[in-house]
Nanobody
Framework: HVQLVESGGGSVQPGGSLRLSCSVR????????MGWFRQAPGKEREGVAT????????YYADSVKGRFTISQDNAKNTVWLQMNSLKPEDSAMYYC?????????????????WGQGTQVTVS
């Protein structure tokens, strides 16, 4: 069973930066697609960034390309989302998510596991 715990959210001014962290536990038995999703009040959940933990490529929503970067540590125990040049429209609850790799790892992947979320407010 995989457990995900996010941290690093907070309140920042427009143009500021935040670095979100997702602690991954219980994922050593398989390969995973990892992703960050966000949901603002009254809006549908949207994929922000995804990556394959054992190679492959990353995907980013058009709205965050050039500003956000998804990455992982050497032990693959942590997944990061570096967010720069933040805008008010980036305000949302951000969720870390994971799914055993099944041949695809795009923004539309369907996670099996979710973290509890961390709030990002840009104002």
């Amino acid at each position: 069973h995989v457990q995900l715990v996010e941290s690093g959210g907070g309140s920042v001014q427009p143009g500021g930066s935040l670095r979100l962290s997702c602690s991954v536990r219980g994922s050593s038995d398989t390969r995973y697609c990892m992703g960050w999703f966000r949901q603002a009040p009254g809006k549908e959940r949207e994929g922000v960034a995804t990556m394959y933990t054992d190679g492959g490529r990353t995907y980013y929503a058009d709205s965050v390309k050039g500003r956000f970067t998804i990455s992982q540590d050497n032990a693959k125990n942590t997944v990061w989302l570096q967010m720069n040049s933040l805008k008010p429209e980036d305000s949302a609850m951000y969720y870390c998510a994971a799914r055993p790799y099944d041949g695809t790892c795009t923004l539309s992947f369907r996670p099996y596991y979710w973290g509890q979320g961390t709030q990002v407010t840009v104002s």
